[in-house]
Every structure is written in structure tokens, then in C-alpha cells.
Nanobody, 114 residues
Framework: VQLQASGGGLVQAGGSLSLSCAASGNIFTIYGMGWYRQAPGKQRELVASLTSSGVTNYANSVKGRFTIARDGAKKTVTLQMNSLKLEDTAVYYC?????????WGKGTLVTVSS
């Protein structure tokens, strides 16, 4: 199973970015998909997740600014990030849960500048 993430980059505070992650390989059932992030010197934290039944969960720090969405047929998950803040700077990791284990993408860097 491979997770290919894209969409990171440099953006000014207040701007927007969209991340996308596509799952490929021998993954037949996806129970949940999500995004985590890790800022320098900090632990990896949940940003947003989405279950197969459509239940979403967001970190308090991103509620109202970020939106997670999923295309089940394409096995992709996107994260629309609006009103970005300096503290959103981090490496963002895609996560997929197939019910047996978690899979992780390599991470994509998001840098928010002032």
C-alpha cells in the first residue's frame, strides 16, 4: 500500500492550500482517512480525520478553517486549508486505516510565512 501526498508548499498567512493524498496498492477497505502534522520540536498531532461513514474529527486549532473530504472511489482524501496561520507550519502526513493497520504517507511540508 502506498500513500502519495501532494499540495504542500509556501503560503502567506491568511492564504489557502489544498493537500491531497491518494492510496494505491492492495487496500480494499478503508475505514478512515486523515491528516496529521508535526511541527519542529513537537509531537505529531491529528489535524482532521474522516471515517467511512462520514464522521469527521478536527483539532480545535483548525476547526472552521480546515475541511477534510474523501473520494471513496478514488481512495483519495483532501484537506482544504483556509486562513492559514504561522502555527500551521508543519509536515503534514496522510493516514489511512484499513481496519487492520494504519498506513502513512511520507509527508508534505506546509510553510506559512508572515
Amino acid at each position: 500500500v502506498q500513500l502519495q501526498a501532494s499540495g504542500g508548499g509556501l503560503v502567506q498567512a491568511g492564504g489557502s492550500l489544498s493537500l491531497s493524498c491518494a492510496a494505491s496498492g492492495n487496500i480494499f477497505t478503508i475505514y478512515g482517512m486523515g491528516w496529521y502534522r508535526q511541527a519542529p520540536g513537537k509531537q505529531r498531532e491529528l489535524v482532521a480525520s474522516l471515517t467511512s461513514s462520514g464522521v469527521t474529527n478536527y483539532a480545535n486549532s483548525v476547526k472552521g478553517r480546515f475541511t477534510i473530504a474523501r473520494d471513496g472511489a478514488k481512495k483519495t482524501v483532501t484537506l482544504q486549508m483556509n486562513s492559514l496561520k504561522l502555527e500551521d507550519t508543519a509536515v503534514y502526513y496522510c493516514n489511512v486505516d484499513d481496519g487492520a493497520r494504519d498506513y502513512w504517507g511520507k509527508g508534505t511540508l506546509v510553510t506559512v510565512s508572515s
